[in-house]
């Protein structure tokens, strides 16, 4: 059910034609981006009604309006069971913790005597965060979202969500009961592209928000795109993806149940493990096969998302290929299940988040670990991160230099000015001393 790839016998390539040989999914958000453009732009042009009418066409409800009522959130509090609610309460703390040690303070370089540039951190004024519907219900994403924005101090923050014909037109209860938790009051009955479109353009019952975080399918990764460079936004969520690197101590029951835990997203989610035991790699084909008949999602997702062309057992001629060949896929999680397991984690360079060791499965992280969930896909771990703070701040540097420190390089400024054949850029300094240039 799931293929294999053997990379043994011959020296690896390197990077791109490393990661050719690796499989990923298609997504294509560049052939979705054609169909959300009209509904983004519908959006921006009717506003609440446009929103009310895609409810109907895309969720079969009948909203009166797009703002949830207060009353909704603390009901869907108080229906909470309490295991439900003690779990979210520890997920929420322990991401506080992780989260707001990832706060920045300002940080000042004298250059020269009287010329400092300090660099400030100043949190978006608003972010729009989105939860989705459907089969992905996951308050955990509200938390993974909410407590960054939260912990770097935006000012504010609010949340949509698709509306559900099943709960009267009201997104599902536990994201409304997530938010009364977090503390985020200003949600909205939004799907997909719309809900993006709400928050870039604005509408009458909801403010434009700076910056769209959060997961959703390809039509929320397309609308990000589609808003890019109006607004600000996390990364282009693309289906999870775990890898893991083991070894022969590797335990295959657990390296199988990790495989199937994100496989369960997803008909396009990716189980990847990376070994350099055949041995390994047979026993965990065996436990797949005993444990996907066992689990409740395999039909619609776990069996094809294993059997898809994402999906391997990739064997290659010891560990250091293996670090070689999962640092050209770069997965969103990537799990190490080795001896000595901190020492090659720590040598992993492209990953969205790293699980050490036998006891810190991927779903760990995905709740209660502390770690953030929203993590770059797709092999983004290349080149960006997953969800923080940092996220939702902009370092601004200010410049502060004296009469004395600016004559002291004002013929170099001069001299670049020149070079760049923008002389008026060096009268703007000239100006400041008569139009002679200070000579020091
Ligand atoms: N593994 C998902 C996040 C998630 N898991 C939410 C359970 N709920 C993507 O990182
Ligand atoms: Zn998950």
Redesign the pocket.
Known sequence: MISRIDLRGEALPEGPALRALLPRADFDVTAALEKVRPICEDVHHRGDAALIEYAQRFDQVTLEHVRVPAEALTEALAGLTEEVRAALEESIRRARTVHRAQRRTPHTTQVVPGGTVTEKWVPVDRVGLYAPGGR?V?P??VI?NAVPAQEAGVPSVALASPPQAEFGGLPHPTILAACALLGIDEVYAAGGATAVAMFAYGTESCPPARMVTG?GNIWVAAAKRYFTGLIGIDTE?GP?E?AVLADDTADPAHVAADLI??AE?DPLAAAVLVTDSEALADAVEKELAVQVPATRHVEDRIAPALAGRQSALVLVDGLEDGLKVVDAYGA??LEVQTADAAAVADRVRNA?AVFVGPWAP??L???CAGSN???P?GGCACHSSGLSVQSFLRGIHVVDYSREALADVARHVVTLAEAEDLPAHGAAVKARFDWKVPQQ
Do not use: K, R
């Open positions: 992905s996951y955990s994403s993974m997961p969520a999870t775990i835990s994100q997203h969103e999680h969205g991927v779903s992280g995905d709740y969930h929203v993590l896909t």
